[in-house]
């Protein structure tokens, strides 16, 4: 019911723009998050927003250069992402909860959803 998209191969600096597409429901209630998951490390959320975009958390590791947006019109999620580094390099995760434990960077709860994961790569 989640969908992340919009991963690829870039060089250190460039920016991309993951969405996260929602079907099935209106996710216009739930917190929406980004998490991800390099090779060898555990998951780690990366921002979270509420739902109605008034609210956002971010990881230290990415404030000032990734931005959580969505478009409840369009039952989705972005992640706006510049200034890339290769250690931004990992599969990235879309995630959406009523509750608001994505605002406190944690995963959601057991009634939460995860979505498939789209690969982003930074060369140095």
């Known amino acids: 019911q989640l969908q992340a998209y919009g991963g690829g191969l870039v060089q250190a600096g460039d920016s991309l723009r993951l969405s996260c597409a929602a079907s099935?429901?209106?996710?216009?209630?739930?917190?929406m998050g980004w998490f991800r998951q390099a090779p060898g490390k555990e998951r780690e959320a990366v921002a979270a927003?509420?739902?109605?975009?008034?609210?956002?958390s971010y990881a230290d590791s990415v404030k000032g250069r990734f931005t959580i947006s969505r478009d409840n019109a369009k039952n989705t999620a972005y992640l706006q992402m510049n200034n890339l580094k290769p250690e931004d390099t990992a599969v990235y995760y879309c995630?959406?909860?009523?509750?608001?434990?994505?605002?406190?960077?944690?995963?959601?709860?057991?009634?939460?959803?995860w979505g498939q994961g789209t690969q982003v790569t930074v060369s140095s």
């Open positions: 995630a959406a909860d009523k509750s608001t434990r994505l605002l406190s960077l944690l995963p959601p709860s057991e009634l939460g959803y």
């Open positions: 099935g429901r209106t996710f216009s209630s739930y917190v």
């Open positions: 927003i509420t739902w109605r975009g008034s609210s956002t």
